[in-house]
């Protein structure tokens, strides 16, 4: 399985900042796929370039794609915007998800503007650019996202 994560940040994408986020979402799907290849990537924020990405991995045949950051109400915070222009369909109970869990614990994360959906058979969710928002926001879903990929893969019949 081929998976993918982009990081979304100004300063990371400079150097500036160095980005846990990321590399823990890579922790997360190294323990729930030991055999897959994950592919790790930083971009600024920028819609075009965002879109543009995710076009380029869906096409690329990767089952899920993961973006991290970009999610809030920043003057550049345009990953969703980005996400539904690369999507065919979105999955809205993903992002509905995250947000509800993350507002148990902080409630701020009602502020999150993360959206999920399908460009083919690819799985894109957009989750928090904080550390713990991240981790918890993938941990909460894994079950959800295995789901997903062997229904859009079409493999699982519902449950």
Known sequence: MRLAVLTISDRCSQGLLEDT?????????????QQAEILARTLADDEDAIAQELEELSNAGMALVLTVGG???????RTPEATRRAIDREAPGIAEAIRSQGAAHNP?????RGVS???????????PGSLRGAEQSLTLILPLVRHGLETAAGGQVHP
Not at 117 to 127: D, F, Y
């Open 21 to 33: 986020a990321g590399p823990a979402v890579i922790r997360i799907l190294e323990q729930e796929w």
């Open 71 to 77: 999610t809030g109400l920043g003057p550049r915070d």
């Open 108 to 112: 701020y994360a009602w502020l999150s």
């Open 117 to 127: 959906g399908l460009k083919g058979a690819t799985l894109i969710i957009n989750l």
